[in-house]
């Protein structure tokens, strides 16, 4: 439970941050609208948190991808650009944003993802230990 909630609670706060500046900054979506996006995430983010964990460690189990900082960077990327884009996408058009705004949101949040990957990836860590939790699957 409590790998639960330390995947969860980091890919909520990282995610409202990172998600929250693309949309307004990049895309151009109101405060309103971004604002809505980030309240949608968070149930959904209550249910793909831990699977994301669980995809993120499965994929670092399966390439061996800890045993260099080049591999795991590598690792945590694909992993963040795989999972992440496709509910993005469903969560921004749920809350209105047009075709273009979704194009450009999405292609501005693959690059703010290949550049977030690692970043989360180590955020991710820090959590799991803050909540006492080791950075193995279990």
Do not use: H
């Not at 151009?28 to 793909?48: C, D, H, K, Y």
């Not at 964990?53 to 900082?69: E, P």
Request: with cysteine; charged share 10%.
């Amino acid at each position: 439970m409590r790998r639960y909630f330390a995947d969860t609670v980091a890919q909520i706060v990282f995610s409202t941050i990172v998600g929250a500046f693309v949309e307004i900054v990049v895309a151009g979506l109101t405060p309103w609208q971004s604002m809505g996006v980030r309240l949608a995430a968070i149930p959904v983010i209550l249910f793909v948190g831990r699977p994301y964990g669980i995809y993120r460690d499965w994929l670092f189990a399966v390439t061996a991808g800890n045993s260099n900082q080049l591999k795991a960077a590598a690792v945590d990327t694909v992993a963040n650009i795989s999972f992440q884009i496709p509910i993005y996408c469903v969560l921004l058009a749920i809350n209105g944003a047009t075709i273009p705004q979704i194009v450009s949101a999405s292609g501005s949040i693959v690059v703010i993802s290949a550049l977030s990957g690692r970043p989360y990836g180590l955020y991710l860590v820090w959590c799991r230990k803050l909540f006492g939790v080791s950075d193995t699957p279990s």
